[in-house]
T-cell receptor, first 114, second 112 residues
Framework: NAGVTQTPKFQVLKTGQSMTLQCAQD?????MSWYRQDPGMGLRLIHY???????DQGEVPNGYNVSRSTTEDFPLRLLSAAPSQTSVYFC?????????????FGPGTRLTVL | GENVEQHPSTLSVQEGDSAVIKCTYS??????FPWYKQELGKRPQLIID?????GEKKDQRIAVTLNKTAKHFSLHITETQPEDSAVYFC???????????FGSGTRLSIRP
């Protein structure tokens, strides 16, 4: 199993550009989520999904969209990039609800917005 | 909602000594307490977790203790080694919750 994979590993955007961060898992996990990690701060939840077709907002959802059309994929879209979105983004999956299960993280995407 | 406070934010210990990281939580319904380790430039990974029906769990050099009355739990690392240098995150969750809140992290450095 590849586990949780993310692409790209690095990305540089200009302010106002849009892009999609890809996330896929091959463990048949129902629950998937997106976090951002900023220097000196912990992991903050952006959006999450408890199954295909179901998504919800986390702590910091503004400026991001998600969709979950399949169990395997959970892409994160930046609508109009801003310098405040410069961060490391982690996708995670778990076999059940996050509150009671181990989170399996992808390798991360380092995003810089100029 | 749930709030998790983690202390200290940085910790430096001599190789071979013990390290202790503490977390407190606000929601008395919390019943699942995992700890994640994140090495520099890597993804967070689970190192140990405990559920509310036990007070302590050990796995070789690491252990977690839970005090539900006081609503705090701690990570203990004994006989620290250079590979223990990393950022450690605590989480307080409950099994029916869709989302979790991570502590702010502790950067542990092991001095040779």
């Amino acid at each position: 199993n590849a586990g949780v994979t993310q692409t790209p590993k690095f990305q540089v955007l200009k302010t106002g550009q849009s892009m999609t961060l890809q996330c896929a898992q091959d463990m048949n996990h129902e629950y998937m989520s997106w976090y951002r990690q900023d220097p000196g701060m912990g992991l903050r939840l952006i959006h999450y999904s408890v199954g295909a077709g179901i998504t919800d907002q986390g702590e910091v959802p503004n400026g991001y969209n998600v969709s979950r059309s399949t169990t395997e994929d959970f892409p994160l879209r930046l609508l109009s990039a801003a310098p405040s979105q410069t961060s490391v983004y982690f996708c995670a999956s778990s076999p059940g609800l996050a509150g009671g299960n181990e989170q399996f993280f992808g390798p991360g995407t380092r995003l810089t917005v100029l | 909602g749930e709030n998790v406070e983690q202390h200290p934010s940085t910790l430096s210990v001599q190789e071979g000594d013990s390290a202790v990281i503490k977390c407190t939580y606000s929601d008395s319904a919390s019943n699942y307490f995992p700890w994640y380790k994140q090495e520099l430039g890597k993804r967070p990974q689970l190192i140990i977790d405990i559920r509310s029906n036990v007070g302590e769990k050990k796995d070789q050099r690491i252990a977690v203790t839970l005090n539900k009355t006081a609503k705090h739990f701690s990570l203990h690392i004994t006989e620290t080694q250079p590979e223990d240098s990393a950022v450690y995150f605590c989480v307080a969750g409950y099994s029916s919750a869709s989302k979790i809140i991570f502590g702010s992290g502790t950067r542990l450095s092991i001095r040779p």
